[in-house]
């Protein structure tokens, strides 16, 4: 939830990009609930007691025998997670967060090698109570220097709450008044990450280190798959495909950490964004140099609309050249406060505003 400034910052960042549609959220574990009173051998084993890659270990299938794992004297090739074993650390992980927790995502976006942004995203829950506080940097380009903005979007017992400039572009919290608009607040939710925890991703143990004084495994996926649990992270496109995949997993099977790289091949239309003064507030413009660029301009008008005043024009002067982009995202992302209790409070002095949406 942005201000128009905001809102134009951001698009303006990402009009690099083909029009696609919002992906549907996935949900959680249909039943987080449902545990396996029986689990087999291998599910068993902790990560935390497999060896280094550098001690070298050896088999696919690890076994136990009087509570300690046994691997060959002599390695035969790296270890890599058993399918169970994959899907225990899924579940695991989804189960210690389940109610409540923190997750902090940080990214950065390079267009053809060049840096295009980044940002942080510190996200906390608990129940349906949400707190998202985000920033993001566009670097500096045309003579400008680097641009920073962030904001908060907070629910707290099914109200909204926005922590963003107004009108005098005095930073405030406001209470969105407009109950309508409630249900369709999305926030990203951090735990559809844990699709990626996917057997045919062929998890090998890479070693182990201390964070936190926690023990960590290191656990990189050699064959990355594609998922839309994607859509949890900051300005990835639909469609990006993942290219490197580690995670870091205590003892009690649960991710820590997360290290994703992913890569979008696109191409764009010279589609541009213009703010226009309009009664007291402002307005939008998506602008096209031609009318061969018209149906995708007023796709993006059509999105646009649900939220703001949009019109669409043609302006000839503009570049009406399609631009090729190969956009790569590096992200990390920490998880913590497992299952503890979070404060997630209604702001005082929050200003109502009845909102439009």
């Known amino acids: 939830m942005l201000t128009e400034d905001q809102l134009a910052d951001r698009l303006r960042s990402r009009l690099r990009h083909e029009l696609a549609a919002i992906e549907p959220r996935t949900e959680l574990l249909d039943d987080l609930r449902r545990r396996q009173v029986r689990r087999s051998v ?35 090739r790296p270890v890599v997670l058993t399918a169970a074993m994959v899907k225990r650390v899924a579940s695991e992980s989804r189960h210690a967060l389940a109610h409540s927790g923190r997750a902090t995502i940080s990214y950065r976006i390079t267009d053809n090698g060049a840096l295009n942004g980044s940002g942080t995203d510190r996200i906390t829950f608990d129940g349906k109570n949400w707190n998202d506080s985000f920033s993001q940097t566009d670097p500096a380009s045309g003579g ?90 900051p300005d990835v496109d639909p469609g990006a495909q993942v290219k490197s995949l580690v995670i870091w997993v205590d003892g009690h099977q649960v991710v820590r950490q997360m290290s994703i790289r992913t890569q979008h091949v696109s191409s764009s239309d010279p589609i541009y964004l213009k703010k226009f003064k309009r009664g007291s507030g402002y307005g939008l413009e998506v602008v096209v140099p031609s009318k061969a660029f018209l149906p995708a301009a007023k796709a993006m008008a059509r999105k646009l609309r649900k939220h703001y005043h949009v019109t669409v024009g043609i302006d000839p002067k503009l570049a009406g050249k399609i631009a090729h982009h190969d956009l790569v ?16 409070s209604v702001p005082k002095h929050a200003v109502p505003q009845f909102s439009r949406g």
């Open 329 to 344: 995202t590096t992200v990390s992302v920490a998880f913590s406060g497992f299952g503890k209790p979070q404060v997630i």
């Open 42 to 76: 291998a599910t068993r084993i902790s990560l935390a007691a497999l060896p280094t890659a550098a001690a070298a270990t050896a088999v696919t299938m690890v076994v136990m025998s009087g509570g300690n794992v046994v691997v060959p004297a002599k390695p035969a």
């Open 144 to 233: 400008q220097p680097a641009h920073t903005q962030g904001a908060i979007n907070r629910v707290v017992n099914g109200q909204l709450y926005l922590y963003i400039a107004g009108p005098d572009n005095k930073v405030r919290w406001y209470h969105d008044t407009n109950p309508a608009g409630h249900p369709n607040v999305q926030f990203s939710d951090p735990r559809t990450l844990f699709g990626l925890l996917n057997p045919s991703a062929r998890f090998k143990v890479i070693g182990h280190q201390v964070a936190g004084g926690v023990r960590l495994t290191e656990l990189r996926a050699t064959t990355p798959v594609r998922t839309r649990a994607l859509s949890s992270i």
